[in-house]
């Protein structure tokens, strides 16, 4: 409660998602007071990034195929949610009234109609009380 009040006079959202490219210089942020928005936004933007790269796939095939693997290096896409913080410690910097950075296993993703959502935020939305069918609908 008194890290809402804080994010509000501070005029801070208490989530912020963000997509990145790996492998390009591309990033796109959200920011919402509402954890499911922000996995809305996420799932959407992972989904639009896993089509873009089938579509190209699909229209040169091969290409892309070969020149993938004489790199060993495929594009893809993660999603982070990180959550306000009043006071924020990790091994390597002290962080007061910002965001918390997600360790890799809590990064979200999508490959081959597969997609991995962390535990911690599924126990998140859990104690806000979000319904099963906001859940469902979103996978869908």
């Known amino acids: 409660m008194v890290k809402e009040i804080i994010a509000k006079i501070l005029n801070k959202p208490l989530y912020r998602a963000k997509i990145t490219l790996v492998g ?11 954890l499911l928005e922000c996995l809305k936004w996420t799932m959407h933007g992972l989904y639009e990034c896993d089509r873009e790269d089938k579509e190209i796939e699909d229209k040169f095939g091969n290409i892309i195929e070969r ?11 993660i999603g982070q949610i990180s959550e306000f913080k009043l006071f ?47 859940l469902d609908l979103l996978f869908r």
């Open 24 to 34: 390009e210089d591309f990033d796109a942020t959200h920011e919402s007071n509402s």
């Open 88 to 134: 924020n410690v990790t091994s390597s910097s002290i962080g007061i009234f910002c965001y918390s950075k997600p360790r890799n296993e809590d990064m979200l993703f999508m490959s081959n109609k597969m997609v991995y959502v962390p535990e911690k935020i599924l126990r998140t939305l859990k104690k806000q009380e979000v319904s099963i069918s906001d």
């Open 67 to 77: 020149e993938y693997s004489k790199s060993n290096k495929r594009k893809h896409s």
